[in-house]
C-alpha cells in the first residue's frame, strides 16, 4: 500500500510570494492533517480536512489556507510569503470517521520550503 | 504553550540494551496518546498508540506504559540497534478530532 505523498520534496520562494503544496492521502483515508516542522517551534498543527470540509484548524495566520478535493487529495497555500514560514511541512493521512476520531496519523516525508 | 514535554533532549545507548524515553503531558483530558519515530530527511513514522483506557500496550520490541495519575506516558524499547537511532516525539489528542500536539523530541542515539 502506497503510503502519504507529497510534492514537491523541496521548494524555495522568495518574500512575498506564494506557494501550493500537494498531498495524496494513503488509500481509503478520508482525513488529511497539516503540520509545519521548525527546529524553534517542532511540530505544530494547521488544519484537518475530513470529506472536504476544514474540521479544526490551529493558531496560524489566515495567510495559511487548505483544501481537500472528493478524491481526499489535498492541497495546503500559504500566501504572502514571509522569511518565518521556512519550515518542513508535513501533511498526514488518516481512518478518523466521525464515529472512530481516534486513529493513528501517518505522515509523509514533507515538503521542504525555505523563504530567501 | 506546549502541553506535551519530554524528560530528556537527547539519550545515548549502546547497543543491545533497552532504551526508556519518557514524556509528561499536562491536560488530563487527553485520551489518545501515540509515540512517532523521526529519522533525518523523513517524516515521523508510527510506533505504537495507547488510549486512557489503558495503562500498558506493547508492539514489537516496543511497549508504551501510561500512568495518568502523574500524567506520564512511556516507550520502552527492548534490544535497542543502531537502526533505532532517530528523534521520538510523544504526541497527545486532547479530544479535538485529530488534531494532536506534539513534544519537542527525545534524539535516541544508538552505538554499537
Known amino acids: 500500500k502506497a503510503g502519504v505523498t507529497q510534492t514537491p520534496r523541496y521548494l524555495i520562494k522568495t518574500r512575498g510570494q506564494q506557494v501550493t503544496l500537494s498531498c495524496s492521502p494513503i488509500s481509503g483515508h478520508r482525513s488529511v492533517s497539516w503540520y509545519q516542522q521548525t527546529p524553534g517551534q517542532g511540530l505544530q498543527f494547521l488544519f484537518e480536512?475530513?470529506?472536504?470540509?476544514?474540521?479544526n484548524k490551529g493558531n496560524f495566520p489566515g495567510r495559511f489556507s487548505g483544501r481537500q478535493f472528493s478524491n481526499s487529495r489535498s492541497e495546503m497555500n500559504v500566501s504572502t510569503l514571509e522569511l518565518g514560514d521556512s519550515a518542513l511541512y508535513l501533511c498526514?493521512?488518516?481512518?478518523?470517521?466521525?464515529?472512530?476520531?481516534?486513529?493513528?496519523?501517518?505522515f509523509g516525508n514533507g515538503t521542504r520550503l525555505t523563504v530567501t | 504553550g506546549e502541553s506535551v514535554g519530554l524528560h530528556l533532549p537527547t539519550l545515548s545507548v549502546q547497543e543491545g540494551d533497552n532504551s526508556i524515553i519518557n514524556c509528561a503531558y499536562s491536560?488530563?483530558?487527553?485520551?489518545?496518546f501515540i509515540w512517532y519515530k523521526q529519522e533525518s530527511g523523513k517524516g515521523p513514522q508510527f510506533i505504537i498508540d495507547?488510549?486512557?483506557?489503558?495503562d500498558k500496550r506493547q508492539g514489537q520490541r516496543v511497549t508504551v506504559l501510561l500512568n495518568k495519575t502523574v500524567k506520564h506516558l512511556s516507550l520502552q524499547i527492548a534490544a535497542t540497534q543502531p537502526g533505532d537511532s532517530a528523534v521520538y516525539f510523544c504526541?497527545?489528542?486532547?479530544?479535538?478530532?485529530?488534531?494532536?500536539?506534539f513534544g519537542k523530541g527525545t534524539t535516541l542515539s544508538v552505538s554499537s
Open positions: 495507547i488510549r486512557s483506557n489503558m
Open positions: 480536512y475530513f470529506s472536504e470540509t476544514q474540521r
Open positions: 498526514a493521512s488518516s481512518r478518523t470517521t466521525e464515529a472512530r476520531r481516534n486513529s493513528p496519523l501517518h
Open positions: 504526541a497527545e489528542n486532547q479530544g479535538a478530532g485529530t488534531a494532536l500536539i
Open positions: 491536560n488530563s483530558a487527553s485520551d489518545y
